[in-house]
């Protein structure tokens, strides 16, 4: 059965460091999708992604972050300058079209830890 | 914008015994609700949705859910879980007419199934 998966499982860093976490989507799939979930805290949505733009992003989804799926199988989340607030889990999730009625296919995850 | 609130972080239970684990969230005219799974090391996998009609739903292994709107409740329920059933699980709500099908997710309830 087809999958999402991430790259790596687990990242450290430190502060100020640029990090890029990647996934690769379903491959028919055509949204593409990063949450977040800071330990002990809620999933948080941070950005959908749809024929090479930005469709929706969160306020969190400020200018330190930034998508980008430079072929045509990974989709990419840089952090351009990590704080210790960034260490949380990263979620990839594609569909294959928007809305409710389209399943979002979960990645396993990337857990980033800011040192 | 919408909530949510799993009030439990954890429900321990023993193996074959019935489980509720509970969802509420901020009131609107209209949601979608939805519950997910994630076993250890996989990404959120879709248990079951609310979309309309019956306010019974039923998911995947089992289980099934309540939309209950003048509670603003959508509580999951298994009558007799399995050691396998043991993961995180994350109740979220949609917005139809907020401009966006993006879910927002709650913090997430720990099942652990003793034998």
């Known amino acids: 059965e087809p999958e999402v998966t991430q790259t790596p499982s687990h990242q450290v860093t430190q502060m100020g460091q640029e990090v890029i976490l990647r996934c690769v989507p379903i491959?028919?799939?055509?949204?593409f999708y990063w949450y977040r979930q800071i330990l002990g805290q809620k999933v948080e949505f941070l950005v959908s992604?749809?024929?090479?733009?930005?469709?929706?992003k969160s306020e969190i989804f400020d200018d330190q972050f930034s998508v980008e799926r430079p072929d045509g199988s990974n989709f990419t989340l840089k952090i351009r300058s990590t704080k210790l607030e960034d260490s949380a889990m990263y979620f990839c999730?594609?569909?294959?079209?928007?809305?409710?009625?389209?399943?979002?296919?979960f990645g396993p995850g990337t857990r980033l830890t800011v040192t | 914008a919408q909530s949510v609130t799993q009030l439990d972080s954890q429900v321990p239970v023993f193996e074959e015994a019935p489980v509720e684990l509970r969802c509420n969230y901020s009131?609107?005219?209209?949601?979608?609700l939805f519950w997910y799974v994630q076993y250890p090391n996989q990404g959120l996998q879709l248990l079951l949705k609310?979309?309309?009609?019956?306010?019974l739903v039923k998911g995947i292994n089992g289980f099934e859910a309540e939309f209950n709107k003048s509670q603003t409740s959508f509580h999951l329920r298994k009558p007799s879980v399995h050691i396998s059933d043991t993961a995180e699980y994350f109740c979220?709500?949609?917005?139809?007419?907020?401009?966006?099908?993006?879910?927002?997710f709650g913090r997430g309830t720990s099942l652990i199934v003793h034998p």
């Open positions: 009131s609107s005219v209209s949601v979608y």
């Open positions: 979220a709500v949609s917005d139809p007419f907020g401009g966006s099908y993006i879910p927002t």
């Open positions: 999730a594609s569909s294959e079209l928007a809305g409710v009625s389209h399943e979002q296919y």
């Open positions: 609310y979309l309309s009609g019956s306010t």
């Open positions: 491959s028919n799939h055509l949204y």
């Open positions: 992604f749809y024929n090479n733009e930005i469709s929706e």
